[in-house]
């Protein structure tokens, strides 16, 4: 660069220079085009720009907590990525929020749907991958289901209760149950539960699904914490673990919601209603389980 | 210098014998006895012990009459449990407990796999040789050092897993079993890498899957990473 181009540059003013798109706009670019590029040139509704920010809105938040945790951990086990927007694999992330924003999963309402960034070990960068939550279940079952139930009950059985399923049979036109809460208030420990699905124009499509505590127990993560179904949690001191200790957690919420992922897993999707945007969500379910069993072995491989 | 024979190895049965010059050791009894006893041309009183993995039939099948054979059996109380083993020629092992049988020095690990307290093993000989066995696992905790044989298993490919789940012949939650279930080629490239596989003589690839593997594939790639000579172990 010669002096009379140096000149110049330094006297360009600072208010025309170029200026950088913020990484909420580059998201929202990368969303916007995503969407063209799939339902053709169709502009975003009011809706799906709401949603689609509130993807980043949710994403920038947990991206913050991801690099938190990485900055706490010591040298030898902390991922030298940082978790941050420009280590983000951008390409998967807008497609993949283009085809859970049209399904409807909405990350700022309670339990629709969580994202987790994981460390793709061959690309270098974080994918972002997405853990349907019960109401995310919910809406999927009710927006492609097949034979979608009017209503759909859930209900934990404790040992003070009453109930008696009805199945059918020659006395029985159609299926199913008496419940009677005894003593509201001390109800007792929990001994299974049920759900039913009940449609009001067909009656003898009535389901009911009785699940023992055991079968509760069955659905209930391999890795499960502590913090949520209760149990023994590691217990640390000036960075040492020094034991174990007990927690109560959320075991009631959690059996109840447990019942409530099966109550509506069991609604058969409609092959015909399957769009793209359906395939691309079982696509990104496998992803994440590929995801997951790489994480849990770069978080376990030791020296013997 | 070690000997291994493959008698076996796929979801329809597995089982390999090792030995040093010295002591003949079973690894997994997952035929009928009768197909064992072949294989070894009857000549059973040369074993000297058998180690079993995990309770898996295609593992286990034959470890009741192998202990009516008069050989001990060396596997984890889950196992044994699961499998209803009892008896005087049951030795009941446990992870990371070190114990001999005749040369060989054998230390137990534990694995990752959806059954009760599977093992993996570690077996050194009086010679220097040192072999890891590891199979139906999906990933291993350990780094192992100075080893000079490794039979591992090597259960599918990603990308044939994929493909096969696109086309609709292996259902999603099957792939799914499989990621938490059984070493895939990606894993135990990153398995081997983690290891100090300078002095490896020998890879044996174990346990490949039907649909799910490419032998001739598997060979290269494993070879590539490690540089060391790899054996594709006969179904």
Known sequence: MDTAD??????????????????????????????????????????????????????????????????????????????VWQHVNM???????????????????????????????????????????????ELKATKYGLDVPDHVTVELVYSTDKFRPVKKDSKNQYEGYEFEIVNAFDRGNIIGGFYYHSFSQAP???????????????RKPDHASAEFWGGEKDKWENNKKVGTETIEGWYDKMAWKTIYRAAFGDITIDSQKIDDDYLRLKQMESDFA??????????????? | MIDIQCLGSSSAGNAYRISDGHTELLLEAGFPYKSIQRALQFK??????????????????????????????????GTAT????????????????????????????????????PL???????????????TDTYYCRHRFRDLTHIMVECNYSLDIVNERVAAGHLHPAQKKRLLRSHFGLEHVKDFLKANDTRSVEEIWLLHLSDGNSDAERFKREIQETTGALVVVADR
């Open chain 1, 290 to 304: 590929e995801a997951e069993v790489d994480e849990e072995i770069r978080a376990n491989v030791m020296g013997l």
């Open chain 2, 82 to 117: 699961a499998r209803g083993l009892s008896g005087h020629r049951l030795k009941v092992i446990k992870a990371l407990e070190q114990f001999t049988i005749g040369t060989w020095t054998i230390l137990p690990f534990g694995i990752q796999h959806d059954v009760e307290e």
């Open chain 1, 204 to 218: 003898e499509k009535n389901k009911l699904v009785i699940m023992t505590k055991k079968d509760i127990e069955k």
């Open chain 2, 120 to 134: 993996g093993f570690l077996l050194a000989n009086q010679d220097g040789d040192k072999l890891v066995f590891l």
């Open chain 2, 44 to 77: 059973m009183s040369d074993i000297a012990g058998c180690l079993i993995t995990h309770e898996h039939l295609d593992h286990s099948k034959a470890a009741p009459d192998i202990m009516r054979a008069g050989i001990n059996i060396y596997t984890s109380a």
């Open chain 1, 6 to 83: 140096q000149t110049k540059q330094q006297t360009v003013p600072t208010e025309i220079a170029k200026k950088e798109p913020t990484q909420s706009e580059r998201f929202m670019t990368k969303v916007i085009s995503e969407f063209g590029s799939s339902v053709g040139e169709v502009a975003l509704t009011n809706f799906q720009k709401r949603l689609a920010q509130n993807y980043f809105i949710a994403l920038d938040a947990v991206l913050k907590t991801t690099e938190e945790k990485r900055l706490k951990k010591s040298d030898k086990f902390r991922d030298p990525v940082p978790a």
């Open chain 1, 91 to 137: 390409e998967k992330l807008a497609r993949d929020v283009v085809a859970m924003a049209r399904v409807g999963f909405d990350p700022s309402q309670p339990n629709h749907i969580n994202p987790i960034p994981y460390k793709n070990k061959n690309s270098g960068k974080y994918d972002i991958t997405f853990i349907e939550g019960y109401r995310g279940i």
